[in-house]
Structure formats: structure tokens, C-alpha cells
């Protein structure tokens, strides 16, 4: 009898113990990094890790002011001598400029062996206020820039059968959000693009990351924070923000673990948990925890989207006892 009890016992814990044990992680010391969008924010703290880490390190943007700065930056973070680390000035939505830089590149500093994109940027407004030019805007940056990277890459990556890639959603990847009709749109996408471009390279022993990071401490944040209406503010202060140190150290881990979403934090886990859908997963024992928690974390999903509705009725009958008024 006692000894049903031990068993029974110790299934839980032998599952949780393989649900905790780490993933092999992949080296990039000695490996070309391109980050683009890697001279400001989060793509500017992911490219010193990988100058911590030992990898020669290119950083692409548009602004070449602040690509010097930050290479002389990354300089000052090196571990070897001949560690090389290179900027380069392309928009990333100009698709040839991109894949005629990217083949350039790699004749001058070696093989790319992980790209991370990080370029992107948000303005928030109800979807009537944008203008044409700001949706374009808004899609160029955050979508097609992620694709032509990708288009850029991949041909290379396939002939070397190997390779990592970065792309970067945002928690409204997984959820709409008031506010963010637009922007939300465009990450949205950038999923449909990371899960199937997941399967295409998947044999030819190349990884891909989506990183889906919560409200971080950064230039492009501070831009989007002016944009935001009194509903999204009013949703997205409880959630306080990351630095972006911490996004990039856990986009890294991720990356070189190969795992498909990453993510920061309690709220941010719960997110992603209930969004996991058709995702593709690392082992067995992650969606056999994930799948005893969704249906819980469902019932506390209603709890946030009950929140989220008050808070916007709230200033919806505001505006409207203002307009009466006038
Ligand atoms: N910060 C947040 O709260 C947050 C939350 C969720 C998701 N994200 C996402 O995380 C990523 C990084 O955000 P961040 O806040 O770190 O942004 P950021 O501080 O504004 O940095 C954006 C970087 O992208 C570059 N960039 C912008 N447009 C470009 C283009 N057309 N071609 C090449 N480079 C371009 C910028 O340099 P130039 O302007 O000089 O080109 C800069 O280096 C974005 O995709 C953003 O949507 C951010
Ligand atoms: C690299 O991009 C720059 C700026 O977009 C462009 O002027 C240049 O022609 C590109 N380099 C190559 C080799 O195509
Ligand atoms: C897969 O890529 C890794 C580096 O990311 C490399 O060490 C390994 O040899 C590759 N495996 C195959 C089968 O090509
Ligand atoms: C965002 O804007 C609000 C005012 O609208 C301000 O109180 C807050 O400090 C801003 N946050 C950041 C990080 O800029």
C-alpha cells in the first residue's frame, strides 16, 4: 500500500524535474551575429551579449550616428582580440540594398550563423486616426522588413545547414489590444510567418525565435508611450516595464536553446501558455504541462478581458459626458 503512495508520489516530481532540466545550448563564440534594428533598445542590448558571448558582431540600422556609437559601444564589451565588430547603414525595408549588403557583408567579416531582427517600432491610435502614410509605415517596418530578412537569409543559411534566427512580435502578437489595431495587426503576422517558416528549415537544421517581449525600458518605447490613448494607458500601466537587458538576456537563451516563443515574466507566460495553439515544442513534457494549465489559465484570461472592457467603457462614458458639454 505505502509503496503506491511513493510511486504516486514521485511522478510529479520526476515530471517536473524533466520539465526543469535545461536544453542544450549552442555556442556563438567565434560566429558572425547580425543584429539589425541592433543600435538602440532591445536589439542594442542583444548585441552586446553576443560581443559578451565572443561573437563577431554586425549591427545594421538606418541612423549612422547612432551606429557609431554603438560600435564603439560593443567595443568596449570585447573578449578577444580579434573579435570583429561591424555596422552597416541599409533599410531594412529595402529589400535589394538588404540582400546585396548581407552577401557583401559575409564576403568581408565570414558566414552569418544568427540573425536577429529587431527593427521595428509601434505608434498606437484608434484605427480611424492613422493616416495612410503611418499604416504603411507601421507594416514596412514591423512586417515586411521581418520577411525580406528572412528571404535575405535563409538561401545561405539552407547551403550551410545551419543557422539561428530572431524574428521580434510583441505580447500583442498573441493578443489585440486597444490602441493597437494596427501594430497588433502586423506582429499577428509575424507568428503565421515564424510557425511556418519554423517547419521549411526545420530539416535543414536551422532554428527560429519569436520573441515576444513585454512593455520594455527603450527609446522606441518612449516614442510609442506619446501615441497611446487614455484606454491603452490605463490597461497597460499595471504591467509596469522590462529593461531591456533582461529581454535580450532571455532572447538569447532562447535562441541558442532553440526554443520557438520567447518571453519575460509571470504575465507574459500566462499569455503565451494559453496561446500556444498549433506552435511547435521543444519536448513532449513542455506540452504536457502546458496543456494541464490551459484551461485554468482560460478562466483567468476572463478575468483580465472583463478588466480591460470596464476600464474602456469607463473612459467611453467620460467622453461621452465631455462631448455632451461642449
Ligand atoms: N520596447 C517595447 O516595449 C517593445 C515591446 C514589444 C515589442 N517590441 C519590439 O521590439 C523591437 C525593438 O524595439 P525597441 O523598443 O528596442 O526599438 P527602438 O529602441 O526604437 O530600436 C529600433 C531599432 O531598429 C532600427 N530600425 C528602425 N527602422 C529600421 C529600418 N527601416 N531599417 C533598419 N533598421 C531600422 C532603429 O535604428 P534606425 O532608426 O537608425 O534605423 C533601432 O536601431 C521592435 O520590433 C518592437 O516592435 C518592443
Ligand atoms: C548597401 O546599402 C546601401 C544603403 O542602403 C546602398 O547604398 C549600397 O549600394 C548597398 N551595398 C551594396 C553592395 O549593394
Ligand atoms: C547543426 O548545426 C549545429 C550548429 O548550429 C552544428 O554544430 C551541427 O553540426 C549541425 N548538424 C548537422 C546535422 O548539420
Ligand atoms: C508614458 O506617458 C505617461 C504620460 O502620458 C507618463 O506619465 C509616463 O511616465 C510615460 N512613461 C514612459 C516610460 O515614458
Not at 515574466?265 to 500556444?276: K, P, Q, R, V, Y
Given at each position: 500500500?505505502?509503496?503506491?503512495?511513493?510511486?504516486?508520489?514521485?511522478?510529479?516530481?520526476?515530471?517536473?524535474?524533466?520539465?526543469?532540466?535545461?536544453?542544450?545550448?549552442?555556442?556563438?563564440?567565434?560566429?558572425?551575429?547580425?543584429?539589425?534594428?541592433?543600435?538602440?533598445?532591445?536589439?542594442?542590448?542583444?548585441a552586446?551579449?553576443?560581443?559578451?558571448?565572443?561573437?563577431?558582431?554586425?549591427?545594421?540600422?538606418?541612423n549612422i550616428e547612432k551606429l557609431e556609437?554603438?560600435?564603439?559601444l560593443l567595443k568596449t564589451h570585447s573578449v578577444n582580440e580579434d573579435q570583429v565588430i561591424n555596422k552597416l547603414s541599409v533599410d531594412v525595408c529595402n529589400?535589394?540594398?538588404?540582400?546585396?549588403?548581407?552577401?557583401?557583408?559575409?564576403?568581408?567579416?565570414?558566414?552569418?550563423?544568427m540573425l536577429v531582427n529587431c527593427a521595428g517600432m509601434a505608434i498606437c491610435g484608434n484605427v480611424e486616426d492613422f493616416s495612410l502614410q503611418q499604416i504603411k509605415q507601421l507594416v514596412d517596418i514591423n512586417f515586411l522588413g521581418s520577411l525580406y530578412s528572412v528571404k535575405a537569409i535563409v538561401p545561405k543559411f539552407k547551403q550551410r545547414r545551419?543557422?539561428?534566427?530572431?524574428?521580434t512580435g510583441s505580447q500583442v502578437s498573441l493578443?489585440?489590444?486597444?490602441?493597437?489595431?494596427?501594430?497588433?495587426?502586423?506582429?499577428?503576422?509575424?507568428?503565421?510567418?515564424?510557425?511556418?517558416?519554423?517547419?521549411?528549415?526545420?530539416?535543414?537544421?536551422i532554428s527560429v525565435t519569436l520573441a515576444l517581449p513585454p512593455d520594455t525600458d527603450t527609446p522606441?518605447?518612449?516614442?510609442?508611450?506619446?501615441?497611446?490613448?487614455?484606454?491603452?494607458?490605463?490597461?497597460?500601466?499595471?504591467?509596469?516595464?522590462v529593461d531591456p537587458e533582461v529581454v535580450a538576456q532571455k532572447l538569447m537563451d532562447d535562441a541558442l536553446t532553440g526554443k520557438f516563443f520567447s518571453y519575460v515574466?509571470?504575465?507574459?507566460?500566462?499569455?503565451?501558455?494559453?496561446?500556444?495553439g498549433m506552435s511547435p515544442f521543444n519536448r513532449m513534457i513542455d506540452v504536457v504541462f502546458e496543456s494541464a494549465l490551459l484551461g485554468l489559465l482560460r478562466i483567468i484570461s476572463a478575468f483580465y478581458i472583463s478588466s480591460f472592457a470596464s476600464i474602456i467603457q469607463k473612459c467611453h462614458i467620460d467622453k461621452e459626458a465631455v462631448s455632451k458639454k461642449k
Open positions: 500500500m505505502e509503496l503506491i503512495w511513493i510511486v504516486l508520489l514521485l511522478i510529479p516530481v520526476i515530471l517536473l524535474a524533466l520539465y526543469l532540466k535545461p536544453l542544450p545550448k549552442k555556442s556563438i563564440k567565434g560566429k558572425h551575429v547580425v543584429i539589425i534594428g541592433g543600435s538602440s533598445g532591445i536589439g542594442k542590448s542583444t552586446i551579449l553576443a560581443v559578451k558571448l565572443g561573437a563577431h558582431v554586425t549591427v545594421i540600422a538606418r556609437e554603438t560600435q564603439q529589400y535589394e540594398d538588404l540582400e546585396n549588403n548581407l552577401s557583401e557583408l559575409e564576403m568581408v567579416v565570414g558566414p552569418i550563423y545551419e543557422g539561428i534566427i530572431v524574428l493578443m489585440g489590444m486597444y490602441g493597437y489595431s494596427i501594430y497588433s495587426s502586423v506582429k499577428f503576422a509575424l507568428r503565421g510567418l515564424a510557425e511556418s517558416l519554423y517547419m521549411e528549415v526545420k530539416p535543414f537544421n522606441g518605447f518612449e516614442s510609442e508611450n506619446k501615441t497611446k490613448p487614455i484606454e491603452t494607458k490605463l490597461i497597460s500601466e499595471v504591467g509596469g516595464l515574466g509571470f504575465e507574459s507566460f500566462i499569455l503565451t501558455t494559453l496561446c500556444t
